[in-house]
């Protein structure tokens, strides 16, 4: 049996729209229904549960008030979605998996914040690139952002290059600059081997927004959200150098960058640049208009790195030299009892769960965060950004 949901023309036609494993046009099936399998929890093997409390490198986790879950939580009922490649002689091009894949993510992303494709036939950064491509939105580059990560093909970058042991706190992509992505892409290249790490995690905003204590979003709204950067030129570099962030060997393109995005800056000893601007800690979603808790104010606070790998031996390194640091939009510092707040809070409403080998997995990035458990042995994803 078929459940409609709407009627609709186009090109002449009469559509039929249904659920997600029956959909049918006037004589022909669409896209959709060719393409995919719907399922509404992600089926997992039996294994041990992530351990959350008590890992290491986990900003915020050795605060011995830290409430962080002993285990990240499991898949929900459509969190995420999944929608399986069915081996199906009606989709044959990538092109075709692009179309169909596109039609979903236009009719669900929005409902569901961010959906899981599998066992689509992408291969390689390549591969990705190609499928990207065809599903024609527009994907931009990472000019300005400070996450670890190199260019792989045309649109595609790693997901990141930090150490492996370190654990990613869930966060939205660029979060901290005015041109972020509204889309974001993650491709497994390579998957974490069972029982190594490496879960991949999911955060709703709106969940992490309702449990956020009333005065804590207030104190935010009011002040906004001050981000500091310190980058060293790429030979005094130990984390990120402003060569790398901004791909360019040339101070005068930093300068026109910084200017196009009226933030202030200046250059400092040893050609290291420092830079500072302020935002808002809500924005309103570019398609529902709803305000949304979307910055980085954890994810870029000192603490993210003073408890890194990398700066273990630099205990009484001032905050502002780290490469990067959030403060109250006034310039005052965040009282460590609201960071500890702000991350609890993001972990207790996430879930993880290791990716397969082709999995793609689509955020809407105002709606969801992501994440990473830090993990061991091999595993490599690919990601990508567009503007729409």
Known sequence: MFRILRVF???????????????????RVCAAAAAFVYQKRLD???????????????????????????????PKDNFPPVYEAKNSDQVKSVSEWAKAAREIVEDKLVDYGVILFRGMPVEGGEGFSQFLINLGYETM???GGLAVRQKVAAGVLTASDDLPEVTIQPHNEMAYSEDYPKKLFFYCHVAPEPGRGGETGLT???????????????????????YHCYLPSKEHSQYKSWQETFFSEEMSDVEQFMKKMNYEYKWCENNALSYSHV????????????????????????????EHPKYTDQPDLPPLRFPYHTM??????????????????????????????????????MLVQHSRLGFSGPRKLLAAMTRD
Not at 9 to 27: D, M, V
């Open 9 to 27: 023309p186009r090109n002449g036609s009469y559509f039929l729209r249904c659920e997600a494993k029956q959909l049918w046009t006037s004589g």
């Open 44 to 74: 997992l093997p039996l294994q041990t549960h992530a351990k959350l409390a008590g890992r290491k490198w986990v900003p915020g986790g050795l605060n011995p008030t830290n409430k962080y879950p002993e285990f990240i939580a499991s």
């Open 141 to 143: 580059g990472y000019e």
């Open 204 to 226: 709703r905003v709106r969940d992490i927004q309702a449990k956020l204590k009333p005065e804590v979003k207030e104190k935010f709204r009011k002040l906004g959200i001050k």
């Open 279 to 306: 935002l808002p800690a809500f924005q309103k979603h570019h398609k529902t208009g709803e305000e949304l808790w979307f910055n980085h104010v954890h994810r870029h606070h000192v603490t993210n790195l003073s």
């Open 328 to 365: 109250y939009g006034d310039g005052t510092e965040i009282e460590p009892e609201v960071m500890q707040h702000i991350r609890d809070v993001i972990w207790q409403v996430s879930v993880g769960f290791p990716l397969l080998k082709g999995d793609l997995l689509i955020y809407d990035n």
